[in-house]
């Protein structure tokens, strides 16, 4: 049996294809982070659906939440979850204390503005009403929109 050489028959393919435009386009498209909406977050232990007042000041948002007895030991706790991203959660005696222990959906959480100063949560229990108060820094003048 006698293998002839295979024949070169020359195609001419063109490709005609832009890399030069395609790498810049690609250089354009860069993710960004978000703006700090989700840094600062309130957590409060009471169910998503939970009647919450929202009233904001010039200097300060309080939360006020009717509730039978919260106790007396009331106290708001701020949690850096992640290095610039900051939750306020409450703890007392006889109010939930699961969120710090485990990952729980069904609470009630505020996405709080960058004007906030979370390590200066109070949370004071007082005429059937939780109150939790969020002060604000005065040089960010932002409007609270929930």
């Known amino acids: 049996m006698k293998v002839h050489p295979i024949v070169s028959r020359?195609?001419?393919?063109?490709?005609?294809?832009?890399?030069?435009?395609?790498?810049?386009?690609?250089?354009?498209?860069?993710l960004h982070r978000l703006p700090h909406i989700f840094a600062k977050v309130l957590e409060l232990p009471f169910n998503s659906d939970a009647d919450v007042s929202i009233e904001e000041t010039s200097d300060s948002f309080r939360f006020i939440i009717p509730t039978d007895d919260a106790g007396d030991n009331i106290r708001a706790h701020t949690i850096e979850i992640?290095?610039?991203?900051?939750k306020i959660v409450i703890r007392g005696n006889n109010v939930m204390e699961s969120s710090l222990a485990e990952f729980e959906l069904d609470l009630w959480r505020c996405r709080l503005p960058p004007s906030t100063l979370p390590e200066l949560a109070t949370a004071d229990f007082a005429d059937g009403e939780l109150v939790v108060t969020v002060p604000k820094d005065d040089d960010v003048g932002d409007i609270f929109v929930q």
Request: zero cysteines.
């Open 10 to 30: 020359k195609r001419n393919i063109t490709l005609r294809y832009d890399f030069v435009s395609s790498l810049s386009q690609s250089s354009q498209k860069k």
């Open 82 to 86: 992640y290095p610039g991203v900051t």
